[in-house]
């Protein structure tokens, strides 16, 4: 026992950890201590890779979404036309034309196999995606209609607008339930917590506002943007929020405080989207100068930038306007002024 002691002390005077000491005296005993745990600061590597381009648009592509089983890419574009693609294929599989100007946003509702998008022609059209068809058409906005979500028991639907309000429709009988008076300004987005209870709107008037979906009470006032904020987006656990401003920065907003968790700064000019990855941490965004950002909320700094090609060829060649993620994390998909989309494997999510 005295040699082991000697042992020890001689480790510890050559500089050695405690660690090592215990793990000396347990091999001396013949035990098998456990391996200390690895640190949890450690990111993951998280890379995008070109899967396709999509072309068919004839004009600046302005919304993305992917429906719930991630087969299927819906895209919106200053064409007044939706288009519905082949995610594996980038295969383009239905047009559908009936608005009558720009479409600014699309949402799956259910299993996928509606859609509903919102326009610049004051109209929410309800598609139906299994006979490709004109469903129903909402009336009721003074303006613009600029984005749409779904509530979580798809019973509701919720649009926002240029004509400063927010509004509740029923869905099965397509009747107008609220009209609020959500800001002072344009209404560029809205968004659904993950847990059903709560929504967010961005504005011009440079406000996040959080209200109760049930009530339309006004939760919730986050001020700090200094330009028109067009784009949020909850983290899947619906405690942060990510706001995309035309001040070239995007907030990460502690919901149950209000406060400012981080602000990204690194695009060069208007920073028109942002969307978060289902692991939580992983936020994209895109921007008027261009690029694609991929940034970690866990260190509130940009780890990845997809830069533009000036010949469209491996990026796009124009400002970015819309960025989605798949439901099942495997594709990232881009849309831009270039009238393109792109797809982006992920790798690492």
């Known amino acids: 026992m005295a040699a082991q002691l000697s042992a020890e002390i001689s480790i510890l005077s050559g500089g050695a950890s405690v660690s090592a000491i215990k793990a000396s005296r347990g091999a001396a005993l013949g035990l098998q201590l456990p391996k200390e745990p690895l640190p949890q600061h450690i990111p993951k590597i998280v890379r995008v890779e070109r899967k396709h381009t999509l072309k068919g648009h004839a004009d600046a592509v302005t919304s993305l979404c992917f429906s719930p089983d991630s087969f299927l890419l819906a895209s919106g ?37 509606i859609l509903f998008s919102v326009s610049k022609d004051r109209t929410i059209i309800e598609w139906d995606l299994l006979r490709g068809t004109l469903r129903m058409t909402l009336e009721g906005h003074g303006a613009p209609v600029y984005g749409v979500c779904v509530s979580k028991d798809s019973q509701k639907i919720i649009t926002c607008s240029h004509d400063e309000t927010i509004r509740i429709w029923e869905i099965m009988k397509g009747n107008l339930q609220k009209t609020v008076k959500a800001h002072t300004s344009t209404v560029y987005s809205v968004v659904l917590c993950p847990d059903g209870k709560l929504i967010a709107t961005a504005s011009a008037d440079k406000t996040v506002k959080l209200w109760d979906l ?60 942002v969307c978060t990855a289902p692991d939580g941490d992983t936020v994209f965004s895109g921007g008027e100068d261009k690029t694609i950002k991929l940034w970690r909320i866990s260190t509130g700094t940009c ?40 797809t982006w494997k992920v790798v690492g999510l």
């Not at 401003?245 to 405080?257: A, F, L, R, S, Y």
């Not at 970015?320 to 393109?340: C, F, K, W």
């Open 303 to 342: 780890f990845h930038t997809i830069q533009p090609d000036p010949l469209g060829k491996a990026s796009h060649s124009d400002e970015v306007l819309a960025v989605a993620i798949s439901p099942d994390q495997s594709l990232l998909a881009s849309a831009s002024a270039d009238n393109s989309i792109r």
């Open 77 to 113: 574009s200053d064409d007044n036309t939706v288009r519905m693609w082949d995610v594996q294929s980038g295969n383009l599989r239905t047009i559908f034309t009936g608005h009558n100007a720009k479409v600014h946003a699309l949402n799956f509702i259910g299993s996928g196999t």
């Open 214 to 273: 049930g009530t339309g009470e006004l939760k919730a006032t986050l001020i700090g943007h200094t330009s028109h904020v067009v784009g949020v987006a909850f983290t899947p656990d619906g405690k942060k929020l990510l706001s995309a401003g035309w001040d070239e920065v995007i907030k990460c907003w502690d919901v149950e405080t209000g406060d400012v968790l981080h602000t990204f700064t690194g695009h060069q000019g208007k920073v028109h989207c």
